[in-house]
């Protein structure tokens, strides 16, 4: 089993909806969350970062962590036509970090 | 945040050859990261790289088959050798430049091995 589960996707949603990505992990040493976003053909781009329970917004993303369920969220409002990429979930914790396979989102305008 | 180029950006190689990766950070940082991204998949650390010293390889990795260099603090190489279609993947290097806080990447290399 993998120690990092991720909402497998594709999303394809219409421009302006309200979008949610997950994750599940099973490491409880994981301490800290982070979301990346990769757009085709480039690399991961560090979208936001958390360490403890929560929310965190940023603009139209808002970041949620769940540690008694062992659980991640990333919330995208207001989706735009940009925001279509694949997002990858990540944790770091006792010294590792381990990635989500990734959720691909489609925004059509 | 670093900023990394990476490059080539792409590459189709015959199989049995060679590819080496080059990597150049615009500060100094002390770990580099190589990573593999396979289609649909998540990714894969094959070593860390830090200046002066051998590279760590992960489970399922080898130097012979995975050499790294890491000749000062903003500079390192990852060669792909004696390649076959399997080795076709995205490459991608990294450093920690957040700390815990996550990864800077670099564009990636896309090889096809034919």
């Known amino acids: 089993q993998k120690e990092v589960e991720q909402d497998p996707g594709p999303l394809s949603v219409p421009e302006g909806a309200i979008v949610s990505l997950n994750c599940t992990y099973s490491?409880?040493?994981?301490?800290?969350f982070m979301w990346y976003r990769q757009y085709s053909r480039k690399g991961p781009e560090l979208l936001m970062y958390t360490y403890s329970s929560g929310n965190k917004e940023d603009g139209r993303f808002t970041a949620q962590v769940d540690k008694s369920s062992k659980y991640i969220s990333l919330f995208i409002r207001d989706s735009q036509p940009s925001d279509s990429a694949t997002y990858l979930c990540?944790?770091?914790?006792?010294?590792?970090?381990?990635f989500g396979d990734g959720t691909t989102l489609t925004v059509k305008p | 945040s670093a900023v990394i180029s990476q490059k080539p950006s792409r590459d189709i190689c015959q199989r049995g050859t060679s590819l080496t990766i080059q990597c150049q950070v615009d500060?100094?940082?002390?770990?580099m990261f190589w990573y593999r991204q396979q289609p649909g998949q998540s990714l894969t650390l094959i070593a860390t790289?830090?200046?002066?010293?051998?590279?760590?390889?992960e489970s399922g990795f080898v130097i012979d088959k995975f050499p790294i260099s890491r000749p000062n603090l903003t500079f390192s190489t990852l060669t792909v050798s004696n390649m076959s279609p399997e080795d076709s993947s995205i490459y991608l290097c990294s450093v920690d430049d957040r700390g815990n806080y996550g990864y800077t990447f670099g564009s990636g290399t896309r090889l096809t091995v034919v």
């Open positions: 490491n409880s040493a994981f301490q800290y």
């Open positions: 500060s100094q940082v002390t770990m």
């Open positions: 790289a830090n200046q002066g010293s051998e590279a760590t390889y």
């Open positions: 990540a944790m770091t914790g006792a010294g590792k970090s381990t």
